[in-house]
């Protein structure tokens, strides 16, 4: 995208919508600077927060490889400062108001 271009965050964010309607979870586009990204998720029913995550050339086969981008109460987020040429994997998590049941634990 050159610097006469400026990113349509709604034309995007339109198509995003659906192609989660068809099936995808995560949806993401170029940012309107290089090295940036706007990424779109489906939400989920409660969910009062996402949490979303990168990875730098290689998916990760375990958690301590996912590096925390941000938080939005949104489903939707823009990744900055990026390695432009660079492959990222990316993926989200929502945050709901379910929990599990209670441990009671007297620490000694």
């Not at 990168?54 to 996912?66: Q, S, Y």
Request: proline share 3%; charged share 20%.
């Amino acid at each position: 995208m050159d610097n006469q271009e400026k990113f349509d965050y709604k034309s995007f964010e339109a198509e995003a919508i659906e192609r989660l309607r068809q099936g995808e979870s995560l949806s993401g586009e170029n940012g309107d600077v290089s090295g940036s990204v706007f990424l779109v998720a489906r939400a989920v029913d409660r969910a009062g927060a996402y949490l979303c995550q990168m990875a730098k050339d290689v998916l990760p086969t375990d958690e301590a490889g996912w590096h925390k981008v941000g938080n939005s109460t949104q489903a939707s987020l823009g990744a900055a400062n990026l390695s432009v040429g660079a492959t990222y994997y990316f993926r989200f998590a929502a945050v709901t108001p379910d929990f599990c049941a209670p441990v009671v634990k007297i620490v000694i």
